[in-house]
């Protein structure tokens, strides 16, 4: 099942991944795993230090005698990994003591139903404003309920390429419901929305730990682990002490916030492995990278090296609006079909994965998440733009 | 974080673990991962050649230059890689075309609210078999939804150490549900109760794939993977075609059996690592160990062997009645606190670990899953033996 005329990056030597260059023809050598450029939406690239660790330790971890996979979630070895995952998204997100840190199953789409299940106010609307794919169907989780859903902005009249200006928070509302990165058509919201003083909720799952954010205004946030975080299978759900007092009683257990926040995560066997690898991450973002400021700056360098292509470019054309544009998946097309899927097929014999755009809509997509490094997006600009030269 | 004092077996020759032997004393080899003797309740011990092959290919899989935590849920090889673990469930369960394999997030815990969610009839009651903590569990959920609950037997007056034998099933039921298998008591049906009709549902979390199952008389069963199966965060689903007709269309989408079937568990990002871990296991459960005829057997042996000790002790005093108790987990006690807390932390020094049993009701517990080797459990029971000369 070995992939063909695919040119990767040795993994031997050093815990970053190194520039293959599109050009250089790498021997492959069966004695080091080698690794390709991974642009892929989500689940997406990890770091690869975290990857190695896991690596390292799978048959034995910390001395245990057990993998990860087989020790218990009551035991102090566990105990202390999603501890520190705990106190590490707290530091990095400069937490203050009325929020809580809670791991659930199901994520982003579980999200969708347990908002307005646990936090719609009685007799209260919910406001949501729609961007895209995502914001859809949590708009439809919503509905489904039977809650008062109000959309109150939408920029599906543009096919999502925009993010709306123009919006009236009621005041009524037991939250604005907004998705911070839209994975799909490449935008992101820069300056988040203004709740007035309505709690802000957000689906961050794309862009979450890629940046600061202020948390203040937010009520709650949730993020599918499997673009910055980690393995899929998990969500991390920040949310704030006094939206906790909305959750009602009759709930099935498994569905109320309350039941996470008080075990700690623990009501039933979490997913220990994937916990365990978003601490590693957690650990590589506050250690490695020196924080969220400092991920900000790398993410952003990355971005601008993949837009100023594009705008520069005859070829390859930006999907997203220039101020809605997102610093996490850069969406473009080529002018033809035939033009698009040779870009795609070559990419992949020059080892850039993950470059096709969503079902959904097609066209290409790059995902620079945390992970992606600033080499192998400087090898990507490098090749689009010998392709370019290449198809005029 | 080493652990100290603790005898391990190396893993480096082959692909079975090795009985260490509680007296030998092996000399530590950094160079080798150090295993122990892992009698965990779950999560649990997975078999040694799939934790190496995983390893193996972390950080490239079959090739593809990025691991199975990076990789799409959309891509092929994805796709390649769940196939492939719905096809062994098929041929190992023995399953008909109408019933169907669900992967779903939440373990066997988000069960328990979505099977009288999904699967109560209008107007009918719901009967349940209360035979423990995750039996009591079930039932809550049941209850938390006004379902019309029936327990129609129960064992708690005997400290639920027994399975109840006399039962009348309502025939107007739903279904009728029941815990195949109670880790904390250690009591496992070994012949099903009869639902004269009504389809039973079962929550096979802690025996699910340790012995062959005649479906015919379910309408679902469920299974969180931390046992037998995989890592945790995934609960496996066999539901029959019948019952998806049952499932009520204005529920929440993720919460919808006909969800995980319509999209074949891929709606939205399922746990991917552990679904590939799992289908690993699974592979070695049809290829290395030839089926579930044959893991019945060593399974009965390796039960066999531990409760001979127990039934021949003066010393150790099995929890559970004798026709109710389970090859899976095997409880017992010592006659005093202060004996069962040596005869603990013997076991640990000499390299057994998860022997400790469930902090609801203490005492001991040794767990014999699928992974557990008889040579494991030959070296628990020569140290058994040996601690008990010492203690008498």
């Given at each position: 099942?070995?992939?063909?005329?695919?040119?990767?990056?040795?993994?031997?030597?050093?815990?970053?991944?190194?520039?293959?260059?599109?050009?250089?023809?790498?021997?492959?050598?069966?004695?080091?795993?080698?690794?390709?450029?991974?642009?892929?939406?989500?689940?997406?690239?990890?770091?690869l230090?975290?990857?190695?660790?896991?690596?390292?330790?799978?048959?034995?971890?910390?001395?245990?005698?057990?993998?990860?996979?087989e020790?218990?979630?009551?035991?102090?070895?566990?105990e202390?990994?999603?501890?520190?995952?705990?106190?590490?998204?707290?530091?990095?997100?400069?937490?203050?003591?009325?929020?809580?840190?809670?791991?659930i199953?199901?994520?982003?789409?579980?999200?969708?139903?347990?908002?307005?299940?646990?936090?719609?106010?009685p007799?209260?609307?919910?406001?949501?404003?729609?961007?895209?794919?995502?914001?859809?169907r949590a708009i439809?989780?919503?509905?489904?309920?039977?809650?008062d859903?109000?959309?109150i902005?939408?920029?599906?009249?543009?096919?999502?390429?925009?993010?709306?200006?123009d919006?009236?928070?009621?005041?009524?509302?037991?939250?604005?419901?907004f998705?911070?990165?839209?994975?799909i058509?490449g935008t992101?919201?820069?300056?988040?929305?203004d709740?007035?003083?309505?709690?802000?909720?957000?689906?961050?799952?794309?862009?979450?730990?890629?940046?600061?954010?202020?948390?203040?205004?937010?009520?709650?946030?949730?993020?599918?682990?499997?673009?910055?975080?980690?393995?899929a299978?998990?969500?991390?759900v920040?949310?704030?002490?006094?939206?906790?007092?909305?959750?009602?009683?009759?709930?099935?257990?498994?569905?109320?916030?309350?039941?996470?926040?008080?075990?700690?995560?623990?009501?039933n066997?979490?997913?220990?492995?994937?916990?365990?690898?978003?601490?590693?991450?957690?650990?590589?973002?506050?250690?490695?990278?020196?924080g969220?400021?400092?991920?900000?700056?790398?993410n952003?360098?990355?971005?601008?090296?993949?837009y100023?292509?594009?705008?520069?470019?005859?070829?390859?054309?930006?999907?997203?609006?220039?101020?809605?544009?997102?610093?996490?998946?850069?969406?473009?097309r080529?002018?033809?079909?035939?033009?698009?899927?040779?870009?795609l097929?070559?990419?992949?014999?020059?080892?850039?994965?993950?470059?096709?755009?969503?079902?959904?809509?097609?066209?290409c997509?790059?995902?620079?998440?945390?992970?992606v490094?600033?080499?192998?997006?400087?090898?990507?600009?490098a090749?689009?733009?010998?392709?370019?030269?290449?198809?005029?």
């Open positions: 099942m070995k992939a063909k005329g695919v040119q990767r990056t040795p993994t031997t030597d050093n815990s970053q991944r190194t520039t293959s260059g599109f050009k250089e023809g790498l021997e492959r050598d069966s004695t080091v795993e080698e690794r390709v450029h991974n642009f892929n939406a989500g689940p997406a690239a990890l770091p230090p975290v990857l190695k660790e896991v690596k390292e330790n799978f048959l034995d971890l910390h001395g245990s005698g057990m993998s990860i996979t020790i218990s979630h009551r035991s102090s070895l566990f202390e990994i999603i501890n520190d995952a705990f106190d590490m998204t707290r530091r990095l997100l400069q937490l203050s003591d009325d929020y809580h840190v809670l791991f199953q199901g994520g982003a789409s579980l999200q969708f139903c347990m908002v307005p299940m646990n936090l719609c106010l007799g209260r609307p919910v406001d949501y404003i729609n961007t895209g794919i995502w914001s859809t439809k989780e919503a509905q489904i309920q039977g809650k859903v109000r959309i902005a939408t920029s599906e009249d543009g096919g999502f390429t925009y993010l709306p200006t919006y009236t928070v009621d005041r009524q509302a037991s939250y604005v419901h998705t911070s990165n839209n994975t058509m992101q919201w820069r300056q988040f929305p709740g007035e003083g309505v709690p802000l909720i957000s689906d961050m799952s794309s862009d979450f730990m890629s940046r600061p954010v202020d948390v203040k205004p937010f009520g709650l946030i949730y993020a599918g682990a499997q673009k910055n975080l980690g393995p299978g998990v969500a991390m920040i949310i704030r002490e006094d939206m906790l007092r909305r959750v009602p009683d009759n709930l099935p257990t498994m569905l109320k916030y309350t039941t996470a926040r008080d075990n700690r995560s623990l009501f066997t979490p997913p220990t492995f994937a916990i365990y690898v978003i601490g590693l991450v957690l650990r590589w973002l506050e250690e490695t990278i020196g969220l400021k400092e991920m900000e700056r790398i952003e360098e990355k971005a601008s090296l993949v100023e292509v594009i705008d520069k470019s005859e070829v390859y054309q930006g999907v997203a609006e220039r101020r809605s544009r997102s610093m996490m998946n850069v969406t473009f080529l002018p033809d079909d035939e033009l698009e899927q040779r870009f097929a070559e990419a992949i014999e020059n080892g850039f994965h993950g470059l096709k755009g969503h079902r959904a809509i097609g066209g997509r790059a995902s620079l998440y945390n992970a490094t600033i080499e192998s997006v400087k090898s990507l600009t090749f689009m733009r010998e392709f370019e030269e290449r198809s005029i």
